[in-house]
């Protein structure tokens, strides 16, 4: 039971480049989130997807977009990185709003 | 929509000494609450939560939490810390929706 696996673990871009941060679980979780965790600023949710199919926007979702395909898969997608991108990523799966989200372990990404 | 203060940004401790983390939510309906710890270079672990029912939650590693309504509070406590707490600690809540809001975060700082 592999949890939550984020990849790649580190990544620095180029402003302008595009990129896709991968996510998946192995827990038939249906709700799946994106976080970016800045100094001083918690974590703030960027999208959020509730089952295959259904995705929308969290508090800071410009300049990323998602999709769902599968119920394992939640890639976020960078369209034209900006040097405030620069953050730490993380994905986190849910079965229920009760339960508690699982959380993984974080993409660390620098634009340069 | 839904709010959390952290109302210490870091909170210094000698070891073997108690602790509280304080935390502090706004909603306009019923809401679900968690605590997660970040240890350095992790992703978030979750601590404790509380639904509903008998207001002390007790969670991993010797914590403990207690929901005031009236205050609309969640602090922290741990009677005694160890240097292995030593981390950031977030607190978070759903109210109504798959998603979770989290303050800002406390940084714990435990020295011997």
């Known amino acids: 039971n592999a949890g939550v696996t984020q990849t790649p673990k580190f990544q620095v871009l180029k402003t302008g480049q595009s990129m896709t941060l991968q996510c998946a679980q192995d827990?038939?979780?249906?709700?799946m989130s994106w976080y970016r965790q800045d100094p001083g600023m918690g974590l703030r949710l960027i999208h959020y997807?509730?089952?295959?199919?259904?995705?929308d926007q969290g508090e800071v979702p410009n300049g990323y977009n998602v999709s769902r395909s599968t119920t394992e898969d939640f890639p976020l997608r960078l369209l034209s990185a900006a040097p405030s991108q620069t953050s730490v990523y993380f994905c986190a799966s849910s079965y229920g709003q009760s339960i508690g989200y699982t959380f993984g372990s974080g993409t660390r990404l620098t634009v340069v | 929509a839904q709010s959390v203060t952290q109302l210490d940004s870091q909170v210094p401790v000698f070891e073997e000494a108690p602790v509280e983390l304080r935390c502090n939510y706004s909603s306009s309906v019923s809401v679900y609450l968690f605590w997660y710890v970040q240890y350095p270079n992790q992703g978030l672990q979750l601590l404790l939560k509380?639904?509903?029912?008998?207001?002390l939650v007790k969670g991993i590693n010797g914590f403990e939490a207690e929901f005031n309504k009236s205050q609309t509070s969640f602090h922290l406590r741990k009677p005694s810390v160890h240097i292995s707490d030593t981390a950031e600690y977030f607190c978070?809540?759903?109210?109504?929706?798959?998603?979770?809001?989290f303050g800002k975060g406390t940084m714990l700082l435990v020295s011997p």
């Open positions: 978070a809540v759903s109210a109504g929706y798959s998603t979770l809001t």
């Open positions: 509380y639904l509903s029912g008998s207001t």
């Open positions: 997807s509730v089952g295959a199919g259904i995705t």
């Open positions: 827990m038939n979780h249906e709700y």
